[in-house]
């Protein structure tokens, strides 16, 4: 069983926009630092990022950063990505991933199944 869940995939135009949502009912999301990875076709996976569990520190790689946006609610208990902005380049597989601690650092202790963004015209 899944610990986490990822949804919000689909094709979207360059340009266009996405918010991707993961979610558990198995742990509390607040417990742990949240990431965001993803994984292009014929590439390793990659991280895109990262929000601390306290919330004071946010990681976004140079690839996405000032187009996406990572963001908790603990009442929902999900952490979405906002994305704008969108690339072809950015198409892949997203996955999230939490890890007991304050920051995103290997090994992750859960991952979700991955949801796919395709960014094309």
């Known amino acids: 069983q899944a610990q986490l869940v990822e949804s919000g995939g689909g094709l979207v135009q360059p340009g266009g926009s996405l918010r991707l949502s993961c979610t558990s009912t198995?742990?509390?999301?607040?417990?742990?630092?949240i990431a965001w990875h993803r994984q292009a076709p014929g590439k390793e996976r990659e991280a895109v990022s990262c929000?601390?569990?306290?919330?004071?520190?946010?990681y976004y790689s140079d690839s996405v950063k000032d187009r996406f946006t990572i963001v908790r609610d603990n009442a929902k208990n999900t952490v979405y990505l906002d994305m704008s902005g969108l690339r072809p380049e950015d198409t892949g597989v997203y996955y999230c991933?939490?890890?007991?601690?304050?920051?995103?650092?290997?090994?992750?202790?859960?991952w979700g199944q991955g949801t796919q963004v395709t960014v094309s015209s």
């Open positions: 929000n601390s569990r306290n919330e004071r520190t946010l």
């Open positions: 198995a742990i509390t999301l607040d417990y742990y630092a």
């Open positions: 991933a939490a890890v007991h601690g304050n920051w995103c650092t290997s090994p992750y202790n859960y």
